[in-house]
């Protein structure tokens, strides 16, 4: 049962709740859910020093088991190391089953960091937003 109490902190709602956008630092992350339990975040603008903590902080917020999480990065402008370093983290966290994700990306800028760095064979990497959803939806 959700509590009518304006003092309950919003992280206490359910996992069906609506996820947050967020506007900060350049970058923004406008999100929804999609099929069940699927957050669907589109996130663009600058992911770097200023503005990768709020992105790492918005994950945390907004994406709790058993919610799985698509990071479309299409929009995004610059991928900096502090950028690099939250998907890192978020693809550790898939490694020990915590959690159910997939990025979105077409986009040069996004796709040579990941390359470079080796990233990209540890991340499920889609080119569109429909198969990745259907990625995750069906890992549950």
Do not use: C
Request: glycine residues 6%; aromatic residues 2%.
């Amino acid at each position: 049962m959700r509590s009518t109490d304006p003092n309950t902190l919003a992280s206490q709602s359910t996992s069906a709740a609506q996820p947050r956008s967020l506007d900060s630092h350049g970058m923004r992350i406008d999100a929804e859910r999609r099929q069940g339990d699927v957050v669907l975040a589109h996130v663009s603008g600058e992911v770097d020093l200023l503005s990768a903590p709020e992105l790492r902080q918005w994950v945390k917020q907004n994406v709790t088991a058993p919610s799985a999480l698509v990071l479309d990065l299409d929009g995004v402008g610059f991928l900096g190391s502090a950028g690099l370093s939250v998907l890192a983290e978020l693809s550790e966290q898939a490694a020990h089953d915590t959690l159910t994700w997939a990025i979105v990306a077409t986009k040069r800028v996004v796709l040579r960091p990941l390359e470079a760095t080796g990233l990209v064979a540890q991340m499920p990497v889609y080119e569109n937003i429909d198969d990745a959803v259907q990625a995750v939806a069906g890992d549950k």
